[in-house]
């Protein structure tokens, strides 16, 4: 793609020092964006020549390899979680950056990745509402991975956005005798809906006479496990779904129809690569977790933790744990971590060898019929990893540190700023034109509007789509907002972004040319000021707020969720604590509802 597809637009020129092109990698040529993977045929882009607000140094750097010197494809130590220094934006990026690393690095003993090692346990999907630790075992069985709803809102239900960027979790709906939902009349009892229809804006349901039903509420069907208590938990939203026809509508708890944003309205939402392969998820915990958790469930770590580990005498309680039960952790320093990821069919890419790859078990479909895909199996494959998030545990930090990467090529970028190394703040142009992996090259939009969904396994168009790959664009490309430092300082949307760009070309330019990791780039990094809960106070003030994120406070992975960006650069969407709104241990959505290891 020739790089003058891409615009740039300078929006102010203030006075400033001379700065410099920080290059992406040798041999391509300075420009003030530079096409990266151009070989791979994508047209992922970043600016060079941002201000360097966030760099790795060169002496650092090097201490992350095991050897003390940069190496192809090398093995990265991870971050140590007890020393960090919570103190600057850059020292989050930089923990982000160098456990993405550590995650990706050959295992030690010569099977894969850490990821794939036995120090990380996949999460099962939850059973009757339980979910289990699977270990990794070198020679074990072939992992399975599964297709994934979009993410869950903060008690483990789909989300929904209304066209102000409001956030609403889908609740499931009471049925009566005939599956069809209940509603309460203007009397307070409760009604089977045979059908629907829309009059002026509004819904009317219409009983089994084919009478309408007076002043309808949506009833509510009882959770099969109890939502987890976090503040600010009665705030949340509730939306319920009916059909009309085939059109999906959606009721808030009064019974007014809510102005969804097109795309958003959606439960299970499926995504499909432009090459036709169907996006697989597996979650995983390290072992420091599972030990964690174990002993915090079954009493053998007393008194009984309510935050995830932060200090070494709160380390040093689970290894003595995990010691009494023959256990003994190879990186205990990076303390409890938590990976979500996603992942397409090799066979399918162009360029297979430029993607971190892991072998698994995917289910199967019959695609015969374009708007339902049903089970009929599954295989085995070799799967390419598009997306990762890396949450983890630090000194300070018991909401966990929220951090989020992606493979050159997936999707294009929505408009930002940055600013320059002249002081100078840049605009990139929306540019859609590129071979990327989930949207047509050029592509107009509408964007990430969801086409499918997941129903009983079986994968349903949403009318008036096809099961079918849809167009995807990254709404906030380096998840930037007006957002406060740890120091309490407010940094302008451009200089957030600046900051990231900055420190993904510091680390992509001194990466070995041909490491497979330099294939992907860190979005950002989300936390909380002071590590308190995402709703509540500022340590130490009593002031109330509604939210304390701090770094890239609008961050959203286009695999992961694809229909919770929002349908405009301004529109909220949703972030990580968005749905994780708590510093204790339910910041976690797997660990309330997974049984310990033994």
């Known amino acids: 793609m020739p790089r003058s597809s891409h615009r740039l637009r300078t929006a ?24 990266v993977g151009t070989s791979l045929g994508h047209a992922q882009i970043i600016p060079t020549d941002p201000q360097l607000t966030c760099i790795v140094k060169d002496e650092v750097f090097k201490s992350w390899f095991a050897t003390g010197s940069v190496s192809l494809n090398g093995v990265v130590k991870p971050a140590n979680g007890i020393k960090f220094p919570d103190d600057t934006n850059c020292d ?13 690095s050959p295992a030690p003993d010569g099977h894969g990745r850490i990821i794939d090692s036995a120090e990380f346990y996949d999460v099962s999907l939850p059973t009757n509402g339980v979910r289990t630790f699977l270990p990794h075992a070198p020679g074990g069985p072939i992992r399975t991975f599964n297709l994934r709803s979009a993410q869950a809102g903060p008690h483990g239900l789909q989300l929904l956005f209304d066209r102000s960027g409001k956030m609403f979790e889908i609740a499931p709906l009471k049925r009566g005798p005939g599956s069809k939902p209940l509603v309460l009349n203007q009397l307070g009892k409760p009604v089977e809906v045979a059908s629907a229809r829309m ?17 309808p509420k949506p009833i509510p069907e009882a959770l099969a496990a109890p939502a987890p208590s976090f503040e600010g938990a009665e705030t949340i939203r509730t939306a319920y779904k009916f059909m009309i026809g085939k059109t999906p509508i959606f009721l808030d708890a009064n019974g007014e129809v809510i102005d969804t944003a097109v795309g958003q309205a959606g439960s299970d939402g499926v995504l499909e690569a432009q090459n036709g392969s169907l996006v697989y998820y597996v979650t995983m915990a390290n072992d420091v977790f599972a030990y964690f958790l174990t002993g ?66 995917v289910p199967t479909y019959d695609r015969s019929n374009s708007f339902r895909w049903t089970p009929n199996g599954s295989k085995k494959t070799r799967l390419a990893m598009v997306g990762m998030h890396v949450v983890g545990s630090a000194h300070g930090n018991p909401e966990m540190l929220w951090a989020t990467f992606e493979h050159f090529g997936s999707a294009p970028n929505a408009a930002y700023d940055y600013i320059s190394a002249t002081g100078t703040t840049k605009t990139v142009e929306q540019n859609t034109v590129g071979k990327w992996l989930f949207s047509k090259s050029g592509s107009a939009g509408p964007f990430n509007d969801m086409y499918m969904s997941l129903v009983d396994n079986a994968i349903l168009a949403e009318y008036p789509h096809t099961v079918s790959p849809s167009n995807t664009l990254r709404m906030k490309p380096w998840g930037g907002a007006a957002n406060l430092k ?19 070309n510091s680390v992509l330019g001194q990466l070995s040319t041909g490491d497979v990791r330099k294939n992907y780039f860190m979005m950002g990094n989300t936390w909380t000021k002071g590590g308190a809960a995402p709703t509540g106070s500022y340590p130490g003030t009593g002031a109330q707020v509604p939210g304390q994120e701090v770094g890239t406070s609008k961050l959203a992975n286009p695999t992961m969720e694809t229909y919770q960006q929002g349908t405009t650069l301004w529109a909220t969407g949703s972030n990580c604590f968005t749905c994780h709104r708590s510093n204790s241990t339910s910041v976690s959505h797997v660990y309330p509802s997974l049984k310990p290891l033994f």
């Open 92 to 104: 989050f990026y930089q923990w982000s950056e160098q456990m993405f690393l550590w995650l990706t």
């Open 12 to 35: 102010r020129r203030p006075k400033g020092r001379t700065g410099f092109l920080f290059m992406v990698a040798a041999g391509l040529l300075a420009t003030a964006i530079v096409v």
């Open 296 to 361: 915090t469930k079954t009493g053998g770590i007393k008194p009984a933790p309510t935050q995830f580990p932060t200090t070494q005498p709160e380390l040093d309680k689970i290894i003595a744990f995990a010691a009494s039960h023959g256990k003994k952790f190879l990186d205990p320093q990076a303390l409890t971590i938590e990976v979500k990821s996603s992942w397409i069919d090799i066979n399918l890419l162009e360029y297979p060898d430029r993607y971190i790859t892991m072998e698994a078990i």
């Open 486 to 504: 740890p120091n309490g300082m407010v940094l302008s949307t451009a200089a957030s972004n600046t900051e990231i760009i900055s420190i993904n």
């Open 199 to 215: 009059e002026g804006g509004k819904a009317v349901f219409l009983d089994k006479s084919g009478q309408p039903i007076a002043s």
